[in-house]
């Protein structure tokens, strides 16, 4: 049965930046888009960003388009969140998810349709 775990969560000041990783086992993220949501209790899920299978396309929610990426590294099977210049806004639970042969466009972001979804990890951007 395959499962993904995230890491790379914590408390990050205003301004900073944090690396979110998304690493697969019992499957290879080969053949599948990655995708990654937040939440923060009592609002709704949001699409932060998606990745497609092919790796070729991205698609960032206008939230933080111009201060994320997205990567694969294929080496540790996992996909790689950067973001930069974080606000409070930025706060909240990341989850990661994967589609077979999923692509990366607006309707991505919509959390329906996935295979897999991660646990989640805490991301605080705090003083």
């Known amino acids: 049965q395959g499962r993904l775990v995230e890491s790379g969560g914590g408390l990050v000041q205003p301004g900073g930046s944090l690396r979110l990783s998304c690493a697969a086992a019992g499957f290879t993220l080969d053949y599948y888009a990655i995708s990654w949501f937040r939440q923060v209790p009592g609002k709704p899920r949001e699409g932060v960003s998606c990745?497609?299978?092919?790796?070729?396309?991205?698609y960032f929610a206008d939230s933080v388009k111009g201060r994320a990426t997205m990567s694969k590294d294929h080496a540790k099977n996992a996909v790689i969140l950067q973001m930069n210049s974080l606000n409070t806004e930025d706060t909240g639970i990341y989850y990661c998810?994967?589609?077979?042969?999923?692509?990366?466009?607006?309707?991505?972001?919509?959390?329906?349709?996935?295979?897999?979804w991660g646990q989640g990890t805490q991301v605080t951007v705090s003083r």
């Open positions: 998810a994967t589609q077979y042969r999923g692509s990366a466009t607006e309707s991505c972001l919509d959390g329906k349709g996935y295979d897999f």
């Open positions: 990745l497609s299978s092919s790796g070729n396309a991205v």
